[in-house]
């Protein structure tokens, strides 16, 4: 046989040889994994592509309630990640001392005892007497929004409700981070580029987290798609305007205001008796900047876009409001907590847009610790990431009934307590959202105080588009506006 021969038939073995090993290993790989019991795509068992596909596309939610249609209960959404959206789940996974870890991609740690020593500082600061004392600090932007909101009547002019929602939620939690807002309300513009900036970040981070870990610090180099550099770059930014709110306030001594950052300054660590490093404080803050900020907004803007919709609805509400709130206001009126937290029309739709729209829809990841777990009925092994996604629980017909209806009545009949225990907007157990009072505070103050003096209609009627990063946010809400009667 010649030589040139030879090298052809080896050369053909290795190619064969090579194609056999691509063909075979995915199969093994399949056929041995200890997930292999439970369903999911073919390609999800093989590698977590798909899934990232579907984050780069903003839309992760929405594959994985697909994905949950097509296979059932359990779904294998990665090779290493099991959703599952049965609601006997949520307590096992996500309730008290369960021993399921988070993963640490979102919010910062992962340690339980690093978590709660965090919590011990921050929790006093959002406590109810806390909450109250800082109300008041809420009104300047709320009447900033609601100047807005004349002008566009004066010029009649629709406006998106999206956009401006945004600029409060940004506003009020830095005037409580930091002392101050970012200004966003008074010159209607995004000065800082702060919301883009958020949201590209949380698009990003919210991709990267299925990477391989191995894989992430590389991303930023990846120039095919801008995509990972983009969102990194936004990182960055994102910090470098939190270390100058940060520096700013910290200068500024005069202030004897209760908020977050002062509690964060004055907090001792329990074991050392030090306080606690400027690297600390800031991390904290940007948490509360990107956990407190796209959340609430978001959430107000799907109440508006849902109500603004439903004349029948909104006068109803408006009806409700006119009672607790009658008479003519001043111009810088803006409704109190205290009032707003009894009107049930108004709390039971916040409460129906929340279940039906959850802004965090996806489910929040947990590890699963040694020995593994029997979850639903089904044993996952140690260090498998599970999560329940709250959309799917949100939208379960076994608990509520006619899941895809706008209906708040469904949470004013008298059985509605069985409910409650599976509404979970702000999550559950250890890790639930830390700042869900002020987040209820400062959504139902504004709500009511734009509903009683406005009355909103939707631009479109087709439905509104969103986008998912951290949390589902509409993209736009155009609404006209006119103003109600004072009676
Ligand atoms: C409608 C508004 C809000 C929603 C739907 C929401 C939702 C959530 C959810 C689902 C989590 C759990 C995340 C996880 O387990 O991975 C969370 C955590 C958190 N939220 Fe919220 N949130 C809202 C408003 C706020 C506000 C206003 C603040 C701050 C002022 C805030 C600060 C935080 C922080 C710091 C955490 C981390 C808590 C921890 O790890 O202990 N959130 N939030």
Known sequence: MSLKMTLTAFLSWVSTSLSMLILIVPVLVVALHPLRRLPGSFWSKICPLPLIIQCRKARRSAWILEQHEKHGVFVRIAPDHVS?????ALNQIYGHKTGFLKEPVLFNTRDMSIHQRKRKYVSPAFSARNLQDFEEHMNPSITRLVQYMQKCVTESKSFDFCRWSNFLAFDVIGEYSFGSPFGFLESGRDDYNLIHTIDTRGEVL?????????????????????????????????????????????????????????????????????????????????????????????????????????????????????????????????ASEEVSGKLRLLNATLKEVMRLRPTSSTGLERVVPEGGRV????????????????????????????????????????????????????????????????AWMEMLKTLATIFRLFQFERTISVPSESREGFFVKVIECNVRVGLRASK
């Open 84 to 88: 599952i959206a049965d609601p006997q």
């Open 375 to 438: 979850v639903a009925g089904t044993f996952i092994p140690a260090g498998f990431l599970v999560s329940v996604p709250t959309v799917a629980i949100h939208h379960n017909t076994q608990i509520y009934r006619n899941p895809e209806k706008l209906d708040p009545q469904r949470w004013l009949v008298e059985d509605a307590s069985d409910l409650t225990n599976y509404f979970v907007p702000f999550s559950t157990g250890p890790r639930a959202c830390v700042g869900r009072n002020f």
């Open 206 to 334: 919210n991709a990267m987290g299925h990477l391989p870990r191995w894989m992430r610090p590389y991303m930023k180099y990846v120039r095919i798609d801008p995509f990972f550099y983009k969102g990194l770059r936004s990182t960055a930014s994102l910090e470098a305007i939190g270390r100058a709110a940060f520096g700013k306030r910290k200068e500024d001594t005069s202030t004897a205001r209760k908020d977050l950052m002062s509690f964060l300054l004055n907090a001792k660590d329990p074991d050392t008796g030090d306080r606690l490093p400027d690297k600390e404080i800031l991390a904290e803050a940007i948490s509360f900047i990107v956990g407190g900020s796209d959340t609430t907004s978001s959430t107000m803007t799907n109440f508006m876009d849902f109500v603004s919709r439903d004349q029948k609805l909104q006068a109803d509400i408006y009806t409700e409001l006119l009672e607790a709130f009658p008479g003519s206001q001043d111009s810088d009126w803006v």
